[in-house]
């Protein structure tokens, strides 16, 4: 079982909705939670950063919480555009210094549609 | 333009073919990593290196062989691959101690 796991593993939405995708994660402790989005035939790219502490960071119209009592975390897209079609991957680091430990979520694919 | 270029994107070789992927950064970042990205898998780590000195490989196979000849640059060798290694091979850059990484666009294999 993956330590980070993503909910759904796909979504369709329309052009101008809200959405909302989840990331549950064992790995503890952790210093810091990212989400990341793929687009197609590219390299993935920070949207947001979270400390153990924060609970809301803010991207336009990407905000994700964190929620460190029930290891969860959310990214909430709002007003979604064409160009949000894309995965989004939720990466946890252990707390553990002096290692390299990027924990990858599956990612969920989001397609807002026209 | 995220700062790490990968050449080439896309790639088909023979199993008995000897090929490279080439990644370089303009970031100034002092980690490089080769990541593998399978169909509805995690990325899978390969390999870190941290002031060009290698300091992780995860189990990789020995067909698989980088080289981090400065900071900015990163190779990896391939000889003799599999079908099953067939992927989108990424390069990701950062400062050490666990600082945001910045992908390339990556290198898609085909094995055939």
């Known amino acids: 079982k993956n330590q980070v796991e993503q909910s759904p593993q796909s979504l369709i939405i329309l052009e101008g909705k809200n959405c909302t995708l989840q990331?549950?994660?064992?790995?503890?402790?952790?210093?810091?939670l990212r989400w990341y989005k793929q687009d197609t035939g590219r390299g993935p790219v920070s949207l947001t950063i979270?400390?153990?502490?924060?609970n809301t960071k803010s991207n336009g119209r990407y905000t994700a919480t964190l929620d460190a009592d029930t290891k969860q975390s959310s990214l909430h897209i709002t007003a979604s555009q064409l160009s949000d079609s894309a995965s989004y991957i939720c990466?946890?680091?252990?707390?553990?210094?002096?290692?390299?430990?990027?924990?990858f979520g599956t990612g969920t694919r989001l397609k807002v549609l026209a | 333009e995220t700062g790490v270029t990968q050449t080439p994107r896309h790639l088909v070789m023979g199993m008995t073919n000897k090929k490279s992927l080439k990644c370089e950064q303009h970031?100034?970042?002092?980690?490089m990593y080769w990541y593998k990205q399978s169909a509805k898998k995690p990325l899978e780590l390969m390999f870190v290196?941290?002031?060009?000195?290698?300091?992780e490989n995860n189990s990789v196979p020995s067909r698989f062989s980088p080289e981090c000849p400065n900071s900015s640059h990163l190779f990896l060798h391939l000889h003799t691959l599999q079908p099953e290694d067939s992927a989108l091979y990424l390069c990701?850059?950062?400062?050490?101690?666990?600082?945001?990484?910045?992908f390339g666009p990556g290198t898609r294999l085909t094995v055939l």
């Open positions: 290196y941290s002031l060009e000195e290698r300091v």
């Open positions: 970031l100034g970042h002092n980690a």
């Open positions: 990331c549950n994660y064992t790995v503890s402790p952790f210093s810091n």
């Open positions: 990701a850059s950062s400062y050490t101690g666990q600082g945001t990484q910045y």
């Open positions: 990466v946890v680091s252990p707390t553990t210094s002096g290692t390299y430990k990027y924990i």
């Open positions: 979270m400390t153990f502490s924060e």
